[in-house]
């Protein structure tokens, strides 16, 4: 196994003239798109933010609480708020993007108000990936719950809320809106999506590996030798993915330093390190499959896959495609790595990087009972 893993990552690079090829067309191709979708990801002007909400509150404090919102000046004219009728629908609303963020007040609300020994409860949701319109729903719900607070201690104290007063504009906090903090440049945005193009052409290697150590001449000398074949799989599916690996880092640390593509630091660093990882071994197996699936034959099939995965993810256009786009893995990997980089949810990061080593664990399952099985 280690003398297969060796000698596969010795010959890999020695052939550094077609991965110099890729790298820089990929580096070319980050540019290119960056620079003709750069309007595309700027914020001009503030829309209307359009916000679901569902009071489920069995007393009157969770309704006060949004029609305290509703009434104040200046949030309505930064959000539209459309009250629905059952939770479910606002959950709906948010998943198909035709709210911006949904708020949920539970029905043990009021009753919390009243119990200082617990924790008084809502729920705001937004998208998948943090966005400029969450960011603003956020603030605005943050600021009001400030202010209760604030009404309910002086209560406490005085007795009376009638001389409380409370400026809008003193509780409310900036937050900076950059590729830093919520948002990606259209550079960072396709340096992701390129990434995970690139990665994906991983999958040749698996697909050209398995084709060679099966279906060539040296596949026949390999059956009729002593060596047991499941050592020798693992040592090349481990040595493709490390050369993938190696090449998608190259090309993090390039637009890094040239493009100034954020990346993160610290942990963020390490955590993109696992995912990028995770999901050049993923592409590699799912090569060594359609590679052995197709008997040497599943190029062609390979490269439709790159295609097709990096489109239904938004790697050539940054659009959504709610339902179709949870077919490709490469939605998974950018779920995670926006996450990741723009103060998502890190819930999202993990789940996405498990479903993608869940995806690794099949492949490379079905890959070892097609060779046990020798219906290559």
Partial sequence: ???????????????????????????????????????AFDVTSIDTVQVAYFVEDEGP????????????????????????TERAEGERMLADEEVAAFLYIPPEFTQQVNDLSVNNDLYVYT?????????????IVDTFTYASNCAYAHYKLTGSVEDFSFDMQEGTKA???????NKPTSMGYYAVAMLLMMILYGADYGCSGMSEDYFSATGDRLRVSPLNPLPQFVGKLSALSLVTFLEAAFLVAFTGIVYDVDWGTGSTLLTLIVIVFVYSFFATAM???????????????????????????????????????????SYYAKTAIFNLLYNGSQRLVWQSVGILAGLSAICTAVSTWLIRRKRV
């Fill in 287 to 329: 090569g060594a499959v359609i590679g052995l699936v197709t008997k040497g034959k599943g190029e062609g099939m390979v490269m439709v896959a790159i295609i097709a995965f990096t489109f239904l993810a938004g790697g050539f256009v940054a659009m959504p495609m709610p339902i179709i786009e949870n077919l490709s893995p």
């Fill in 1 to 39: 196994m280690l003398t297969q893993f060796l000698y596969t990552v010795k010959r890999l690079l020695k052939e550094y003239r077609s991965t110099l090829v890729k790298l820089c067309s990929f580096i070319l191709l980050i540019l290119v798109l960056g620079s003709a979708f750069s309007g």
């Fill in 127 to 139: 998208k998948k990936q943090s966005s400029f319109d969450a960011t603003v729903v956020q603030n």
């Fill in 61 to 84: 404090d969770g309704k006060d609480f949004v029609e305290m919102m509703k009434q104040e000046p200046d949030v309505a004219s930064l959000v539209k708020f459309t009250e629905v």
């Fill in 175 to 181: 937050v900076e809106y950059t590729a830093s903090g």
